[in-house]
């Protein structure tokens, strides 16, 4: 049979760079074609042969419902037979931001717009505008969007300056840009001794899933509190992939910490493209139109996003939707590791509410750089393996793993027995 994601693959390849509209989804890290979705339901989607897989990307997060929850589709429906975009405010914008507000205390204010990077990079402008402070501090293996500032990896020393990691990106636009090792309480101390009378904001994900999953430890994270309260700047959390995700209060619920701005996206959009970005009153009083920090965006809070994002935050709110979740991932990286213990196999895997990952190493990596150590080969047979038995993971072992209230114990249990068998026959 002509495999169809061949043909498409090579037709994509013709009219769009790699084939793809963001990298990942290339296959580039795991070798192999690209799978094109067709259609997607509950927890599965099918490919362009109608092969079905158990879905553990989620849209890389937001289907924390599943694909097509009905109480989604309908609020959906109902908000496109009203009109796609209109250019001018709504009222279900304002009930978006009173939902998101109610949920996360540390926000009094909040700004919608359409993309994590675009709430990202707004985020910072805000910081350094509120602060009137240049240097920003992030970790490495951090993802905070493809702003240029954040393009970044670490420099060649301690609490260094750091180097553009993308072409385009010239030095002098990240000469700002601060990069430590996440979890590395000796440099984060020594950057803000040498440097915090000029820090604006240090951005972090507090449980990071762009290095796979790795917690920020709670010392860790409450020393960044600390110390930006000390030295006069921000703490943003990047909550684009954890916010509505780990928990119903995000990762700095999880924790217990405070930050200044948040960064929101995925799950608040319901799969539409949605992202945003809040904190305390005075904070956010310094945007336009009301101060002197300007941004804007032509489809924020478009009318049909928020309906998706409104009934997404309805659904999840409900009762014991959490720890029906939680449970249901728990079981998932717990069977992972019997699978793998009972097969020898080398393997850790951790996870906070829908939210997991796992490691092909005996020991939880607290950086990006143990996170690297992991062996690709090894990796690449296991996702090649979970993929010819209808299992979709993401194509690239520093990303993290989704699962939904649409997932049965029946998938979980496939897909638990379908990792054994690629254990027992590495």
């Known amino acids: 049979m002509t495999d169809q994601n061949d043909l498409l693959f090579e037709r994509a390849r013709a ?44 849209s890389w997060g937001p289907m924390i419902l599943g694909h097509g929850h009905p109480a989604v589709v309908e609020a959906v429906q109902k908000a496109v037979l009203e009109g796609f975009s209109y250019g001018a405010p709504t009222e279900r914008e304002i009930e978006l931001a009173e939902a998101i507000l109610a949920l996360v205390p540390s926000m009094e204010m909040v700004r919608l717009v359409s993309s994590g990077t675009e709430a990202a990079m707004s985020a910072l402008r805000l910081a350094r505008g509120a602060t009137g402070r240049k240097t920003i501090v992030k970790f490495e293996g951090c993802y905070h969007g493809h702003a240029d500032a954040l393009l970044v990896k670490a420099g060649s020393g301690l609490a260094t300056f750091g180097n553009p990691t993308s072409a385009g990106v010239p030095p002098e636009v990240v000469q700002h840009t601060l990069v430590l090792e996440y979890n590395n309480l000796q440099q984060l101390e020594e950057a803000f001794a040498l440097h915090g009378k000029d820090i604006a904001c240090l951005m972090i994900e507090a449980i990071a899933g762009n290095m796979n999953f790795v917690r920020a430890t709670h010392e860790f994270a409450k020393r960044c509190r600390e110390l930006c309260t000390q030295h006069g700047a921000l703490l943003i959390f990047d909550e684009v992939m ?52 300007y941004q804007a965006g032509t489809l924020s809070g478009n009318p049909v996003a928020t309906a998706c994002g409104l009934a997404t935050l309805k659904e999840i709110s409900k009762p014991g939707f959490y720890e029906a979740l939680a449970k249901k991932t ?45 062996d690709n080969a090894q990796f690449n047979a296991l996702f090649h393996g979970l993929l010819d038995r209808g299992v979709y993971i993401a194509p690239a072992l520093y990303e993290a793993g989704f699962v939904s209230a649409a997932h049965s114990e029946d998938d979980i249990a496939a897909t638990i027995a379908a990792a054994r068998d690629i254990f027992s026959k590495r």
């Open 15 to 58: 009219v769009i760079p790699g084939g793809v509209n963001s990298p990942v989804r290339a296959f580039k890290a795991v070798g192999g074609t690209p799978r094109f979705i067709q259609r997607a339901q509950g927890a599965y989607f099918w490919d362009a042969n109608d092969k079905r897989y158990i879905d553990y990307i989620g």
């Open 242 to 293: 954890t916010g509505f995700r780990v928990g119903l209060h995000g990762a700095q619920g999880v924790l217990g910490i405070t930050p200044d701005l948040t960064v929101l996206g995925k799950v608040i959009g319901g799969g539409m493209p949605l992202a945003a970005f809040g904190g305390p009153r005075a904070i956010m009083e310094q945007l336009a139109p009301l101060g002197p920090v």
């Open 330 to 374: 728990r079981t998932l990286v717990d069977g992972l590791k019997a699978a793998a213990a009972a097969e020898g196999q080398p393997f850790n895997a951790d996870s906070e509410g829908g939210m997991f990952g796992f490691f092909l190493m005996n020991e939880l990596p607290q950086n990006y750089a143990t996170v690297m150590t992991t």
